[in-house]
């Protein structure tokens, strides 16, 4: 018993020190950020994606040497990230308001074999596994985009957010898929 209270006692104390962290650097690096970023949507997302990967890095007791360093970095990184996807390729390129060429129907087999609907049965359970682990604000526009076929002027006006923002939470979402879904790609592709 005395083992487990001090387990209980460390986790206790990272999960101090972690709250204490991002309480006292969560203003300063969003401020950072805003600075590079004009939408300031992006600019929280881009935060929380840093927060995220530094809060698992720190509960894994990962050495960091430089916690400030290790922030100012991360977000550095990510803003480069958003203006590499910006330059390369257009959102509206990948997008379409069609059907036919929406990004979940262009996953699923049009088969009506067993195998295809097995096949289609596990993608379903892959991206609802998947969707759960998005922030909530990706999940539900990539939802009522994507799956509840609203446009983004409907999913702008039931929410009261603006279309950019709403793009671009989409397009994080679908870069968060992607990367959470790689080994469903890659079995899709190699049967091909």
């Given at each position: 018993m005395e083992t487990v209270s001090i387990s209980n006692s460390v986790a206790n104390?990272?999960?101090?020190?972690?709250?204490n962290?991002?309480?006292?650097?969560?203003?300063?690096?969003?401020?950072?950020?805003?600075?590079?970023?004009?939408?300031a949507n992006d600019a929280e997302d881009i935060l929380q994606d840093v927060l995220s990967g530094f809060s698992l890095q720190f509960m894994a007791d990962d050495p960091i040497n430089s916690v400030t360093g290790w922030l100012?970095?991360?977000?550095?990184?990510?803003?480069?990230?958003?203006?590499?996807?910006?330059?390369?390729?257009s959102f509206s390129?990948?997008?379409?308001?069609?059907?036919?060429n929406s990004f979940l129907n262009s996953i699923f087999s049009e088969?009506?074999?067993?195998?295809?609907?097995?096949?289609?049965?596990?993608?379903?359970?892959?991206?609802?596994?998947?969707?759960?682990?998005?922030?909530?604000e990706q999940k539900e526009v990539f939802i009522l985009h994507e799956i509840e076929g609203l446009?983004?002027?409907?999913?702008?006006?039931?929410?009261?957010?603006?279309?950019?923002?709403?793009?671009?939470?989409k397009?994080?979402?679908?870069?968060?898929?992607?990367?959470?879904?790689?080994d469903l790609y890659d079995d899709l592709n190699t049967d091909n």
């Open positions: 104390e990272r999960n101090r020190q972690l709250n962290v991002v309480r006292e650097q969560s203003p300063k690096l969003l401020n950072f950020i805003r600075k590079q970023i004009d939408d100012y970095r991360a977000a550095r990184n990510r803003i480069v990230d958003v203006f590499r996807r910006k330059k390369t390729t390129d990948l997008e379409s308001d069609s059907d036919d088969g009506e074999s067993p195998e295809d609907e097995l096949w289609n049965a596990e993608i379903s359970t892959a991206i609802r596994t998947a969707l759960d682990q998005l922030p909530a446009s983004y002027s409907e999913i702008s006006q039931l929410t009261g957010e603006t279309i950019s923002a709403l793009t671009s939470r397009r994080y979402a679908i870069g968060r898929l992607q990367m959470l879904l790689t």
